[in-house]
Protein backbone atom coordinates (compact mmCIF):
# COMPACT_ATOMS: atom_id res chain seq x y z
CA UNK A 1 0.00 0.00 0.00
CA UNK A 2 2.78 2.60 1.07
CA UNK A 3 4.43 2.33 -2.30
CA UNK A 4 1.24 2.76 -4.56
CA UNK A 5 2.67 6.29 -5.12
CA UNK A 6 1.19 6.41 -9.19
CA UNK A 7 -2.23 7.08 -7.93
CA UNK A 8 -4.25 7.50 -11.16
CA UNK A 9 -3.80 4.25 -12.54
CA UNK A 10 -5.60 1.32 -11.01
CA UNK A 11 -3.33 -0.96 -11.07
CA UNK A 12 -4.07 -4.75 -10.75
CA UNK A 13 -4.12 -5.35 -6.96
CA UNK A 14 -4.20 -8.99 -5.09
CA UNK A 15 -4.69 -7.44 -1.60
CA UNK A 16 -8.53 -6.42 -2.82
CA UNK A 17 -8.88 -9.39 -4.24
CA UNK A 18 -8.14 -11.75 -1.62
CA UNK A 19 -10.00 -9.36 1.04
CA UNK A 20 -13.10 -9.94 -1.32
CA UNK A 21 -12.50 -13.94 -1.81
CA UNK A 22 -12.26 -14.51 2.37
CA UNK A 23 -15.08 -11.95 2.37
CA UNK A 24 -17.32 -14.19 0.29
CA UNK A 25 -16.17 -17.13 1.64
CA UNK A 26 -16.84 -16.32 4.60
CA UNK A 27 -20.95 -14.90 3.70
CA UNK A 28 -21.11 -18.66 1.67
CA UNK A 29 -19.73 -20.88 4.50
CA UNK A 30 -23.50 -21.25 6.09
CA UNK A 31 -25.26 -20.90 3.10
CA UNK A 32 -22.98 -24.37 1.73
CA UNK A 33 -22.84 -25.93 4.82
CA UNK A 34 -26.61 -26.28 5.04
CA UNK A 35 -26.78 -26.72 0.99
CA UNK A 36 -24.40 -30.00 2.24
CA UNK A 37 -26.57 -30.65 5.15
CA UNK A 38 -29.19 -31.15 3.11
CA UNK A 39 -28.26 -33.15 0.78
CA UNK A 40 -25.90 -35.40 2.64
CA UNK A 41 -27.21 -38.90 2.89
CA UNK A 42 -24.30 -39.93 5.33
CA UNK A 43 -22.28 -37.42 6.95
CA UNK A 44 -21.13 -39.01 10.29
CA UNK A 45 -17.52 -38.62 10.98
CA UNK A 46 -16.17 -36.98 7.51
CA UNK A 47 -15.45 -33.53 6.63
CA UNK A 48 -17.50 -33.66 3.64
CA UNK A 49 -20.57 -36.30 3.46
CA UNK A 50 -19.92 -39.37 2.08
CA UNK A 51 -22.92 -40.02 -0.12
CA UNK A 52 -25.50 -37.65 -1.46
CA UNK A 53 -29.52 -37.71 -1.54
CA UNK A 54 -32.23 -35.68 -2.61
CA UNK A 55 -34.58 -37.53 -0.76
CA UNK A 56 -35.18 -34.71 2.26
CA UNK A 57 -36.03 -31.98 -0.83
CA UNK A 58 -38.63 -35.01 -2.00
CA UNK A 59 -39.67 -35.39 1.68
CA UNK A 60 -40.23 -31.40 2.54
CA UNK A 61 -42.09 -31.43 -0.86
CA UNK A 62 -44.69 -34.07 -0.14
CA UNK A 63 -45.28 -33.16 3.24
CA UNK A 64 -48.81 -31.13 3.40
CA UNK A 65 -47.95 -29.44 6.04
CA UNK A 66 -44.85 -27.40 4.35
CA UNK A 67 -47.33 -26.99 1.09
CA UNK A 68 -49.40 -25.52 3.07
CA UNK A 69 -47.14 -22.78 5.07
CA UNK A 70 -45.70 -21.99 1.77
CA UNK A 71 -49.31 -21.27 0.32
CA UNK A 72 -50.16 -19.70 3.41
CA UNK A 73 -47.65 -17.66 2.84
CA UNK A 74 -48.51 -16.92 -0.54
CA UNK A 75 -51.38 -15.77 0.11
CA UNK A 76 -50.37 -13.19 2.73
CA UNK A 77 -47.99 -12.12 0.28
CA UNK A 78 -50.24 -11.77 -2.24
CA UNK A 79 -53.34 -9.94 -0.38
CA UNK A 80 -50.85 -7.58 1.44
CA UNK A 81 -48.56 -6.43 -1.83
CA UNK A 82 -51.64 -5.65 -3.73
CA UNK A 83 -53.46 -4.10 -0.93
CA UNK A 84 -50.74 -2.23 -0.19
CA UNK A 85 -50.01 -0.98 -3.48
CA UNK A 86 -53.71 -0.14 -4.17
CA UNK A 87 -53.72 2.32 -1.17
CA UNK A 88 -50.17 3.57 -1.81
CA UNK A 89 -49.39 4.07 -4.86
CA UNK A 90 -51.97 6.57 -5.38
CA UNK A 91 -50.75 8.27 -2.45
CA UNK A 92 -47.17 8.93 -3.09
CA UNK A 93 -48.15 9.86 -6.82
CA UNK A 94 -50.34 12.62 -5.37
CA UNK A 95 -48.68 13.60 -2.68
CA UNK A 96 -45.45 13.76 -4.94
CA UNK A 97 -47.16 15.99 -7.57
CA UNK A 98 -49.45 17.95 -5.71
CA UNK A 99 -48.83 18.16 -2.59
CA UNK A 100 -44.95 17.88 -2.26
CA UNK A 101 -45.20 19.77 1.45
CA UNK A 102 -47.02 16.69 2.93
CA UNK A 103 -44.63 14.23 1.69
CA UNK A 104 -42.54 14.82 4.94
CA UNK A 105 -45.56 12.93 6.81
CA UNK A 106 -45.71 10.19 4.53
CA UNK A 107 -41.81 9.74 4.87
CA UNK A 108 -41.99 9.70 9.17
CA UNK A 109 -44.49 6.91 8.87
CA UNK A 110 -42.80 4.68 6.30
CA UNK A 111 -39.75 5.01 9.01
CA UNK A 112 -41.62 4.71 12.09
CA UNK A 113 -41.30 1.10 11.61
CA UNK A 114 -37.32 1.15 11.78
CA UNK A 115 -37.58 2.64 15.27
CA UNK A 116 -40.42 0.54 16.42
CA UNK A 117 -39.54 -2.93 15.53
CA UNK A 118 -41.53 -5.79 14.96
CA UNK A 119 -41.06 -6.81 18.61
CA UNK A 120 -42.31 -3.12 20.06
CA UNK A 121 -45.14 -2.69 18.19
CA UNK A 122 -46.02 -5.91 18.52
CA UNK A 123 -47.12 -5.10 22.06
CA UNK A 124 -50.17 -2.64 21.81
CA UNK A 125 -50.99 -4.54 18.84
CA UNK A 126 -51.60 -7.74 21.02
CA UNK A 127 -53.45 -5.96 23.67
CA UNK A 128 -55.47 -4.00 20.48
CA UNK A 129 -56.82 -6.58 18.52
CA UNK A 130 -56.86 -9.89 20.51
CA UNK A 131 -60.33 -9.41 22.03
CA UNK A 132 -62.31 -6.15 22.08
CA UNK A 133 -64.33 -4.97 19.68
CA UNK A 134 -62.16 -6.32 16.53
CA UNK A 135 -60.16 -9.35 17.83
CA UNK A 136 -57.85 -10.04 15.15
CA UNK A 137 -54.81 -11.77 16.49
CA UNK A 138 -54.53 -15.85 15.90
CA UNK A 139 -55.82 -15.02 12.63
CA UNK A 140 -54.25 -14.20 9.09
CA UNK A 141 -56.14 -10.66 9.13
CA UNK A 142 -53.67 -9.04 11.82
CA UNK A 143 -50.81 -10.76 9.82
CA UNK A 144 -52.41 -8.70 6.38
CA UNK A 145 -52.21 -5.74 8.15
CA UNK A 146 -49.26 -5.04 9.82
CA UNK A 147 -46.85 -6.47 6.72
CA UNK A 148 -48.90 -3.45 5.01
CA UNK A 149 -46.96 -1.61 7.23
CA UNK A 150 -43.44 -3.06 7.16
CA UNK A 151 -43.53 -3.24 3.50
CA UNK A 152 -44.29 0.94 3.28
CA UNK A 153 -40.52 1.41 2.91
CA UNK A 154 -40.12 -0.88 -0.31
CA UNK A 155 -43.29 0.26 -2.12
CA UNK A 156 -42.72 4.12 -1.25
CA UNK A 157 -38.62 3.82 -2.29
CA UNK A 158 -39.49 2.59 -5.33
CA UNK A 159 -42.45 4.20 -6.43
CA UNK A 160 -40.81 7.46 -5.76
CA UNK A 161 -37.68 7.10 -7.32
CA UNK A 162 -39.60 5.51 -10.43
CA UNK A 163 -42.01 9.02 -10.22
CA UNK A 164 -38.83 10.80 -9.97
CA UNK A 165 -36.88 8.95 -13.53
CA UNK A 166 -39.88 9.80 -15.61
CA UNK A 167 -40.24 13.26 -13.88
CA UNK A 168 -44.05 12.43 -13.15
CA UNK A 169 -44.70 16.29 -12.97
CA UNK A 170 -43.52 17.27 -16.26
CA UNK A 171 -45.97 14.58 -17.63
CA UNK A 172 -49.16 15.07 -15.82
CA UNK A 173 -48.67 19.00 -17.16
CA UNK A 174 -48.38 17.90 -20.73
CA UNK A 175 -51.31 15.22 -20.27
CA UNK A 176 -53.52 18.26 -19.24
CA UNK A 177 -52.12 20.67 -21.35
CA UNK A 178 -53.24 18.53 -23.94
CA UNK A 179 -56.58 18.50 -22.89
CA UNK A 180 -56.54 14.83 -20.69
CA UNK A 181 -58.20 14.84 -17.13
CA UNK A 182 -55.92 13.90 -14.26
CA UNK A 183 -57.16 10.46 -13.11
CA UNK A 184 -56.87 9.36 -16.92
CA UNK A 185 -53.20 11.01 -17.62
CA UNK A 186 -52.34 8.80 -13.93
CA UNK A 187 -53.91 6.17 -15.00
CA UNK A 188 -52.58 5.67 -19.04
CA UNK A 189 -49.35 7.53 -18.58
CA UNK A 190 -47.80 7.72 -15.08
CA UNK A 191 -48.86 3.89 -14.21
CA UNK A 192 -47.67 2.17 -17.41
CA UNK A 193 -44.03 4.19 -17.20
CA UNK A 194 -43.72 3.11 -13.06
CA UNK A 195 -44.63 -0.57 -13.50
CA UNK A 196 -40.99 -1.55 -13.79
CA UNK A 197 -40.47 0.61 -10.29
CA UNK A 198 -43.27 -1.23 -8.49
CA UNK A 199 -42.67 -4.38 -9.52
CA UNK A 200 -38.90 -4.10 -7.47
CA UNK A 201 -41.27 -2.76 -4.46
CA UNK A 202 -43.50 -6.23 -4.66
CA UNK A 203 -40.28 -8.15 -5.14
CA UNK A 204 -38.71 -6.96 -2.10
CA UNK A 205 -41.79 -6.82 -0.19
CA UNK A 206 -42.36 -10.93 -1.17
CA UNK A 207 -38.95 -11.63 0.34
CA UNK A 208 -39.78 -9.46 3.18
CA UNK A 209 -42.97 -11.14 4.19
CA UNK A 210 -41.05 -14.83 3.35
CA UNK A 211 -38.76 -13.86 6.17
CA UNK A 212 -41.21 -12.23 8.68
CA UNK A 213 -41.16 -14.11 12.07
CA UNK A 214 -41.31 -12.16 14.70
CA UNK A 215 -44.93 -11.29 13.93
CA UNK A 216 -46.52 -14.24 13.02
CA UNK A 217 -44.44 -15.66 16.09
CA UNK A 218 -46.13 -13.18 18.65
CA UNK A 219 -49.55 -12.56 16.51
CA UNK A 220 -50.92 -15.47 15.53
CA UNK A 221 -48.43 -18.61 16.41
CA UNK A 222 -49.58 -21.42 15.41
CA UNK A 223 -52.81 -20.76 14.37
CA UNK A 224 -51.58 -19.81 10.76
CA UNK A 225 -48.32 -21.77 10.45
CA UNK A 226 -46.07 -19.92 7.80
CA UNK A 227 -42.99 -20.55 6.11
CA UNK A 228 -40.69 -19.17 9.16
CA UNK A 229 -42.87 -20.88 11.77
CA UNK A 230 -42.92 -24.11 10.02
CA UNK A 231 -38.83 -24.19 9.70
CA UNK A 232 -38.78 -22.90 13.53
CA UNK A 233 -40.86 -25.83 13.96
CA UNK A 234 -39.04 -28.31 11.66
CA UNK A 235 -35.73 -27.16 12.76
CA UNK A 236 -36.48 -29.05 16.45
CA UNK A 237 -37.56 -32.14 14.98
CA UNK A 238 -35.76 -32.95 11.86
CA UNK A 239 -32.28 -31.23 11.23
CA UNK A 240 -32.11 -32.43 7.74
CA UNK A 241 -35.33 -31.61 5.96
CA UNK A 242 -35.24 -28.10 8.28
CA UNK A 243 -31.69 -27.88 6.28
CA UNK A 244 -34.07 -28.53 2.82
CA UNK A 245 -36.65 -25.69 3.58
CA UNK A 246 -33.49 -23.29 4.09
CA UNK A 247 -32.03 -23.62 0.96
CA UNK A 248 -35.30 -23.32 -0.92
CA UNK A 249 -35.55 -20.16 0.93
CA UNK A 250 -32.77 -18.93 -0.16
CA UNK A 251 -32.91 -20.23 -3.67
CA UNK A 252 -36.37 -18.18 -3.61
CA UNK A 253 -34.39 -14.95 -1.96
CA UNK A 254 -31.77 -15.45 -4.85
CA UNK A 255 -34.40 -15.71 -7.75
CA UNK A 256 -35.85 -12.74 -6.46
CA UNK A 257 -32.84 -10.87 -5.97
CA UNK A 258 -31.74 -11.33 -9.37
CA UNK A 259 -35.03 -10.29 -10.75
CA UNK A 260 -34.53 -7.14 -8.94
CA UNK A 261 -31.29 -6.58 -10.32
CA UNK A 262 -32.45 -7.27 -14.10
CA UNK A 263 -35.53 -5.07 -13.62
CA UNK A 264 -33.21 -1.67 -11.64
CA UNK A 265 -31.12 -1.92 -15.03
CA UNK A 266 -33.51 -1.58 -17.47
CA UNK A 267 -35.25 2.21 -17.93
CA UNK A 268 -38.74 2.38 -17.60
CA UNK A 269 -40.38 1.16 -20.97
CA UNK A 270 -39.24 3.45 -24.39
CA UNK A 271 -39.42 6.68 -22.20
CA UNK A 272 -36.02 8.73 -22.61
CA UNK A 273 -35.97 10.87 -19.50
CA UNK A 274 -33.77 14.04 -19.85
CA UNK A 275 -31.82 14.27 -16.91
CA UNK A 276 -32.14 17.77 -15.55
CA UNK A 277 -29.11 19.67 -14.81
CA UNK A 278 -28.43 20.07 -11.71
CA UNK A 279 -31.23 18.36 -10.92
CA UNK A 280 -32.71 15.49 -8.62
CA UNK A 281 -30.38 13.24 -7.63
CA UNK A 282 -30.55 9.63 -6.82
CA UNK B 1 -46.12 22.59 -9.82
CA UNK B 2 -49.36 21.19 -11.30
CA UNK B 3 -52.01 23.52 -10.58
CA UNK B 4 -55.24 21.60 -8.66
CA UNK B 5 -58.87 23.68 -7.95
CA UNK B 6 -60.92 23.42 -4.40
CA UNK B 7 -62.68 20.65 -5.19
CA UNK B 8 -60.14 18.43 -6.84
CA UNK B 9 -58.16 18.84 -3.65
CA UNK B 10 -60.58 17.47 -1.81
CA UNK B 11 -60.89 14.85 -4.11
CA UNK B 12 -56.98 14.20 -3.89
CA UNK B 13 -57.02 13.99 -0.34
CA UNK B 14 -59.85 11.22 0.07
CA UNK B 15 -57.32 9.44 -1.90
CA UNK B 16 -54.93 9.64 0.79
CA UNK B 17 -57.53 8.61 3.97
CA UNK B 18 -57.80 4.63 3.52
CA UNK B 19 -53.37 4.68 4.17
CA UNK B 20 -54.03 7.67 7.16
CA UNK B 21 -56.81 4.51 8.68
CA UNK B 22 -54.37 2.34 8.17
CA UNK B 23 -51.26 3.83 9.47
CA UNK B 24 -53.60 5.12 12.43
CA UNK B 25 -55.34 1.55 13.40
CA UNK B 26 -52.14 -0.45 12.89
CA UNK B 27 -48.95 1.91 13.59
CA UNK B 28 -50.01 4.89 15.79
CA UNK B 29 -52.28 3.61 17.98
CA UNK B 30 -50.77 0.51 19.48
CA UNK B 31 -47.93 2.57 19.77
CA UNK B 32 -49.89 4.82 21.80
CA UNK B 33 -51.28 1.87 23.73
CA UNK B 34 -47.80 0.51 24.37
CA UNK B 35 -46.99 3.99 25.85
CA UNK B 36 -50.58 4.37 27.94
CA UNK B 37 -49.61 1.05 29.23
CA UNK B 38 -45.79 1.30 30.40
CA UNK B 39 -47.74 4.01 32.64
CA UNK B 40 -49.84 1.73 34.57
CA UNK B 41 -49.72 -0.46 37.22
CA UNK B 42 -49.75 -4.49 37.39
CA UNK B 43 -53.71 -4.53 37.02
CA UNK B 44 -53.74 -2.11 34.07
CA UNK B 45 -55.25 0.82 36.02
CA UNK B 46 -54.36 4.10 36.86
CA UNK B 47 -51.01 6.38 36.59
CA UNK B 48 -47.32 5.29 37.92
CA UNK B 49 -44.23 4.93 36.58
CA UNK B 50 -43.68 1.62 38.62
CA UNK B 51 -43.22 -0.12 35.34
CA UNK B 52 -39.70 2.18 34.68
CA UNK B 53 -38.78 1.59 38.04
CA UNK B 54 -38.83 -1.87 38.10
CA UNK B 55 -37.24 -2.16 34.38
CA UNK B 56 -34.41 -0.32 36.03
CA UNK B 57 -33.99 -1.75 39.30
CA UNK B 58 -34.51 -5.48 39.09
CA UNK B 59 -30.89 -7.35 38.22
CA UNK B 60 -32.37 -9.40 35.11
CA UNK B 61 -33.89 -5.93 33.57
CA UNK B 62 -30.97 -3.92 33.49
CA UNK B 63 -28.67 -7.38 32.83
CA UNK B 64 -30.81 -7.45 29.24
CA UNK B 65 -30.91 -4.13 28.75
CA UNK B 66 -26.46 -4.03 29.17
CA UNK B 67 -26.88 -7.26 27.13
CA UNK B 68 -28.01 -5.73 24.34
CA UNK B 69 -26.18 -2.92 24.53
CA UNK B 70 -23.18 -4.47 24.50
CA UNK B 71 -24.03 -7.46 21.70
CA UNK B 72 -25.50 -4.56 19.83
CA UNK B 73 -22.04 -2.08 20.44
CA UNK B 74 -19.49 -4.96 19.56
CA UNK B 75 -21.17 -6.58 16.78
CA UNK B 76 -22.10 -3.31 15.10
CA UNK B 77 -18.06 -1.50 16.15
CA UNK B 78 -16.39 -5.22 14.62
CA UNK B 79 -19.09 -5.13 11.41
CA UNK B 80 -18.64 -1.43 10.19
CA UNK B 81 -14.57 -2.31 10.58
CA UNK B 82 -14.71 -4.97 8.38
CA UNK B 83 -17.35 -3.63 6.09
CA UNK B 84 -14.95 -0.92 5.90
CA UNK B 85 -11.71 -3.14 4.84
CA UNK B 86 -14.17 -5.14 2.22
CA UNK B 87 -16.48 -1.54 1.15
CA UNK B 88 -12.28 0.02 0.63
CA UNK B 89 -11.61 -3.46 -1.14
CA UNK B 90 -14.95 -3.08 -3.48
CA UNK B 91 -13.99 0.35 -4.94
CA UNK B 92 -11.00 -1.39 -6.20
CA UNK B 93 -12.56 -3.75 -8.38
CA UNK B 94 -14.06 -3.62 -11.97
CA UNK B 95 -16.95 -2.02 -12.45
CA UNK B 96 -19.19 -6.07 -13.27
CA UNK B 97 -17.57 -7.40 -10.52
CA UNK B 98 -18.05 -4.83 -7.75
CA UNK B 99 -22.12 -5.12 -9.03
CA UNK B 100 -22.37 -8.97 -8.38
CA UNK B 101 -20.59 -8.46 -4.53
CA UNK B 102 -23.10 -5.36 -3.76
CA UNK B 103 -25.90 -8.10 -4.79
CA UNK B 104 -24.14 -10.54 -3.41
CA UNK B 105 -24.48 -8.35 0.12
CA UNK B 106 -27.96 -7.22 -0.87
CA UNK B 107 -29.46 -11.00 -0.96
CA UNK B 108 -26.99 -11.55 2.12
CA UNK B 109 -29.11 -9.41 4.30
CA UNK B 110 -32.22 -11.32 4.26
CA UNK B 111 -30.12 -14.28 5.43
CA UNK B 112 -31.06 -13.66 8.94
CA UNK B 113 -33.20 -15.06 11.43
CA UNK B 114 -34.20 -18.58 11.90
CA UNK B 115 -32.13 -19.76 8.75
CA UNK B 116 -29.34 -18.33 9.74
CA UNK B 117 -29.28 -19.55 13.67
CA UNK B 118 -29.96 -23.25 11.92
CA UNK B 119 -27.25 -22.12 9.72
CA UNK B 120 -24.86 -21.95 12.24
CA UNK B 121 -25.74 -24.52 14.09
CA UNK B 122 -25.17 -26.91 11.39
CA UNK B 123 -21.91 -25.54 11.37
CA UNK B 124 -21.05 -25.12 15.57
CA UNK B 125 -23.63 -26.77 17.31
CA UNK B 126 -22.77 -29.68 19.43
CA UNK B 127 -22.63 -32.23 16.22
CA UNK B 128 -21.81 -29.34 13.91
CA UNK B 129 -19.47 -30.19 10.82
CA UNK B 130 -17.15 -27.58 12.19
CA UNK B 131 -16.73 -29.00 15.56
CA UNK B 132 -16.14 -32.28 14.92
CA UNK B 133 -13.80 -31.34 12.11
CA UNK B 134 -12.43 -29.14 15.17
CA UNK B 135 -12.58 -32.38 17.64
CA UNK B 136 -11.01 -34.79 14.67
CA UNK B 137 -8.07 -32.38 14.15
CA UNK B 138 -7.28 -32.34 17.78
CA UNK B 139 -7.92 -28.35 17.47
CA UNK B 140 -9.78 -28.53 21.82
CA UNK B 141 -9.81 -25.49 22.33
CA UNK B 142 -12.20 -24.63 18.84
CA UNK B 143 -14.09 -27.48 19.59
CA UNK B 144 -14.96 -26.86 22.44
CA UNK B 145 -16.50 -23.61 21.22
CA UNK B 146 -19.92 -23.02 22.40
CA UNK B 147 -22.49 -21.71 20.10
CA UNK B 148 -24.92 -21.21 22.31
CA UNK B 149 -23.43 -18.36 24.79
CA UNK B 150 -22.83 -14.90 24.23
CA UNK B 151 -19.88 -15.15 21.85
CA UNK B 152 -21.99 -17.59 19.74
CA UNK B 153 -25.16 -14.75 19.35
CA UNK B 154 -22.36 -12.12 18.87
CA UNK B 155 -20.92 -14.35 15.90
CA UNK B 156 -24.69 -14.50 14.72
CA UNK B 157 -25.05 -10.58 15.12
CA UNK B 158 -21.64 -10.12 12.89
CA UNK B 159 -22.67 -12.15 10.80
CA UNK B 160 -25.72 -10.85 9.08
CA UNK B 161 -24.44 -7.27 10.42
CA UNK B 162 -21.72 -7.28 7.46
CA UNK B 163 -23.77 -7.69 4.50
CA UNK B 164 -26.20 -4.43 5.46
CA UNK B 165 -22.87 -2.92 6.70
CA UNK B 166 -21.15 -3.26 3.25
CA UNK B 167 -23.79 -2.00 1.10
CA UNK B 168 -23.91 1.46 3.77
CA UNK B 169 -20.60 2.12 3.66
CA UNK B 170 -19.31 1.31 0.06
CA UNK B 171 -21.48 4.53 -1.37
CA UNK B 172 -18.66 6.64 1.74
CA UNK B 173 -16.27 5.74 -0.16
CA UNK B 174 -17.54 7.78 -3.79
CA UNK B 175 -16.93 10.79 -1.89
CA UNK B 176 -13.26 10.26 -1.44
CA UNK B 177 -11.95 11.50 -4.73
CA UNK B 178 -8.87 10.72 -6.85
CA UNK B 179 -7.50 14.16 -6.57
CA UNK B 180 -7.14 14.36 -2.99
CA UNK B 181 -5.32 11.35 -2.94
CA UNK B 182 -3.05 12.83 -5.93
CA UNK B 183 -2.49 16.03 -4.34
CA UNK B 184 -1.43 14.30 -1.15
CA UNK B 185 0.66 12.01 -2.64
CA UNK B 186 2.59 14.66 -4.80
CA UNK B 187 3.12 16.40 -1.21
CA UNK B 188 4.79 13.30 0.08
CA UNK B 189 1.97 11.98 2.01
CA UNK B 190 1.85 8.25 2.37
CA UNK B 191 -1.25 6.07 1.86
CA UNK B 192 -1.26 5.22 5.51
CA UNK B 193 -1.34 9.22 6.06
CA UNK B 194 -3.77 10.22 3.40
CA UNK B 195 -6.53 7.75 5.09
CA UNK B 196 -5.38 8.94 8.62
CA UNK B 197 -5.09 12.77 7.88
CA UNK B 198 -7.72 13.33 5.22
CA UNK B 199 -9.95 9.90 4.28
CA UNK B 200 -11.38 8.98 7.27
CA UNK B 201 -11.82 12.29 8.77
CA UNK B 202 -13.92 12.91 6.01
CA UNK B 203 -16.14 9.88 6.14
CA UNK B 204 -16.19 9.85 9.37
CA UNK B 205 -19.91 11.63 9.87
CA UNK B 206 -21.13 9.21 7.67
CA UNK B 207 -19.66 6.30 9.13
CA UNK B 208 -20.65 7.30 12.28
CA UNK B 209 -24.42 7.29 10.76
CA UNK B 210 -24.08 3.76 9.54
CA UNK B 211 -23.07 2.67 12.65
CA UNK B 212 -26.19 4.41 14.42
CA UNK B 213 -27.98 2.39 11.69
CA UNK B 214 -26.20 -0.82 12.40
CA UNK B 215 -26.95 -0.46 16.20
CA UNK B 216 -30.72 -0.02 16.05
CA UNK B 217 -30.58 -2.95 14.04
CA UNK B 218 -29.11 -5.43 16.96
CA UNK B 219 -31.39 -4.00 19.27
CA UNK B 220 -34.53 -4.50 17.41
CA UNK B 221 -33.31 -7.72 16.49
CA UNK B 222 -35.52 -10.88 18.20
CA UNK B 223 -35.51 -14.06 16.05
CA UNK B 224 -31.99 -15.04 15.73
CA UNK B 225 -31.35 -15.03 19.41
CA UNK B 226 -34.43 -16.83 19.97
CA UNK B 227 -34.03 -19.46 17.15
CA UNK B 228 -30.64 -19.92 18.57
CA UNK B 229 -31.03 -19.99 22.46
CA UNK B 230 -35.06 -19.85 23.24
CA UNK B 231 -35.77 -17.11 25.49
CA UNK B 232 -32.34 -18.07 27.63
CA UNK B 233 -30.32 -15.54 26.68
CA UNK B 234 -31.15 -12.56 28.51
CA UNK B 235 -32.11 -9.57 25.67
CA UNK B 236 -34.19 -6.80 26.24
CA UNK B 237 -36.22 -7.86 23.04
CA UNK B 238 -36.44 -11.45 24.27
CA UNK B 239 -37.49 -10.32 27.63
CA UNK B 240 -40.03 -8.15 25.55
CA UNK B 241 -41.47 -10.81 23.71
CA UNK B 242 -41.65 -13.30 26.79
CA UNK B 243 -43.43 -10.97 29.11
CA UNK B 244 -46.61 -10.78 26.46
CA UNK B 245 -46.36 -13.75 24.83
CA UNK B 246 -44.52 -16.68 26.50
CA UNK B 247 -44.99 -19.33 28.64
CA UNK B 248 -45.19 -16.89 31.86
CA UNK B 249 -47.96 -15.27 33.26
CA UNK B 250 -48.19 -12.02 30.70
CA UNK B 251 -47.63 -8.59 32.02
CA UNK B 252 -48.02 -5.86 29.39
CA UNK B 253 -47.78 -3.07 31.65
CA UNK B 254 -43.86 -4.20 32.33
CA UNK B 255 -43.68 -5.34 28.77
CA UNK B 256 -44.54 -2.12 27.50
CA UNK B 257 -42.00 -0.49 29.68
CA UNK B 258 -39.28 -1.94 28.68
CA UNK B 259 -40.22 -1.75 24.86
CA UNK B 260 -40.95 1.74 25.22
CA UNK B 261 -36.84 1.72 27.27
CA UNK B 262 -35.76 -0.14 23.98
CA UNK B 263 -37.81 2.60 21.83
CA UNK B 264 -35.97 5.37 23.11
CA UNK B 265 -32.30 3.93 22.44
CA UNK B 266 -33.46 3.12 18.75
CA UNK B 267 -34.78 6.49 18.35
CA UNK B 268 -31.59 8.24 19.94
CA UNK B 269 -29.17 6.23 17.11
CA UNK B 270 -31.81 7.02 14.67
CA UNK B 271 -31.41 10.53 15.52
CA UNK B 272 -28.01 10.76 15.63
CA UNK B 273 -27.46 9.33 11.93
CA UNK B 274 -30.19 12.09 10.89
CA UNK B 275 -27.69 14.52 12.36
CA UNK B 276 -24.66 13.14 11.22
CA UNK B 277 -26.14 12.65 7.53
CA UNK B 278 -27.07 16.36 7.48
CA UNK B 279 -23.18 17.19 8.93
CA UNK B 280 -21.59 15.09 6.44
CA UNK B 281 -24.38 16.60 3.57
CA UNK B 282 -23.20 20.35 4.75
CA UNK B 283 -19.73 19.55 4.34
CA UNK B 284 -20.17 18.14 0.86
CA UNK B 285 -19.50 14.40 1.28
Known amino acids: ?282 | MARTGPIQNKIMLLVCLPLLIWIAAFELLPIAGMLVMSFQDDSGQGFSLGQYIRAFTSDIYLQAIWNSLKVALISSIVGIIIALVCGYAITRLSEGFRDRILMVSNMITNFVGVPLAFAYMIMLGNNGAFTLLFQKLGLDSLAKFDLYTENGLLMLYIYYQIPLAILLVYPIFHGIREEWKEASALLGASAWRFWRHIGIPMMLPSILGTFSILIANALGAYATAYALTGSNFNLLSIRIAALVSGDIFPNFQLGSALAVILALIMLLAMFLNEWMTRYSRRRGL
Not at chain 1, 124 to 143: A, E, M, N
Open chain 1, 1 to 282: MRRSSQPVARRKEAGPTIIIAVLLLYLFLPIVATLLFSIAKDWQSSILPTSYTLSWYGHIFSDPRFLFAVLRTLLVGVLTVSLGLAVMVPVIFVLAVYFPKWEKLLQISVLLPFAFPPVVAAIGLIKLYSGGPVPLTGTIWILIAVYFILIQPFIYQSVRSSLRTIHAQDLMEAAEVLGSGKVNAFLRIILPNIWSGTLVACLLSFSMVFGEFVMGRMLVGGEFETVQQYLYNAMKVSGPSASAVVVTYFLFIFLISGIVLKLGRRKPGGYLAHPKPGGEDQ
